[in-house]
């Protein structure tokens, strides 16, 4: 069985985010495998582990930086990797079908994917992914089984879970309550130097979302303290300042 494991590279979750020209600046900034993805790439290669899987194939679309995310995932355990050689400009759709061309090649038994990015949190692309390949997708798992050619798969759901079960070939998406990743070994990130990374052209495809400018919220205005040591006098003073200033409405 081949696990196809999709990753992408996302800005450290710590980093400030900083705009300039109305777009969002890497100046500085450490960049990471996307969290989420990091779950579904020790997921595959839990799988291998329990000898349910031959091979673990990671593949990214972007700049020739995602190559470090492939080579995390290289020295987590996967056996090899692909990068899709893509405009970080392209939106869901164009990267959905650039790293769809590639799995039809690949012809994975079961892809699996983070449930969404930490930078754009639009979780489109498995979904997109499984509907140009025709692929049944399971979202937010938090467990898997494989057995006869099929997965089952429990996701979160309101109030409680859901239990899905469905034939492979399948696109599977994960929450990050599925697993806790582990932590390259030093062994582990000299043997990802070794291992194939294969480099691809992205298919062609037209965005179908244009961005025109990022801006950051406003700043949070300072708030108030009242210090008085009665509470009766402190009680006042906040009743004032919550009808007359913040004017908030009595009814």
Same mark, same amino acid.
């Given at each position: ?42 997921? !595959? ?44 400009? /392209? ?67 309101? !109030? ?49 979302? /244009? ?27 906040? /009743? ?12």
């Amino acid at each position: 069985m081949k696990v196809l494991v999709c990753v992408k590279q996302t800005f450290d979750t710590e980093a400030k985010i900083e705009l300039k020209d109305g777009k969002i600046s890497d100046a500085g900034i450490n960049l990471i495998m996307n969290p989420y993805d990091e779950v579904a790439v020790e997921g !595959g290669i839990q799988l291998k582990e329990k000898k349910l899987a031959d091979e673990v194939v990671v593949v990214s679309a972007g700049s020739d930086k995602a190559m470090d995310a492939i080579r995390t995932a290289l020295a987590m355990g996967a056996d090899r990797g692909i990068l899709v050689k893509q405009d970080t400009a /392209a939106d869901e759709y164009a990267r959905a079908v650039a790293l769809a061309a590639v799995m039809k090649e690949e012809n994975p038994d079961i892809i699996l994917a983070g449930h969404v990015a930490a930078d754009d949190g639009s979780s489109q692309v498995p979904t997109r992914i499984a509907e140009i390949l025709g692929l049944p997708h399971v979202n937010v798992i938090t467990n898997l089984e494989l057995a006869d050619g099929k997965a089952v798969c429990t996701s979160e759901a309101d !109030g409680g879970t859901l239990v899905t079960e469905v034939s492979l070939p399948a696109v599977i998406s994960c929450q990050v309550s599925w697993n806790e990743p582990r932590y390259p070994s030093m062994k582990g990130i000299m043997q990802a130097k070794k291992k194939p990374v294969a480099t691809v052209d992205a298919a062609a495809a037209d965005n179908k979302v /244009a961005i025109l400018e990022y801006s950051l919220p406003p700043a949070k205005s300072a708030g108030i303290k009242i210090e008085d040591a009665e509470p009766a006098e402190a009680a006042a003073k906040l /009743a004032d300042w919550m009808k007359n200033t913040v004017k908030v409405e009595v009814k």
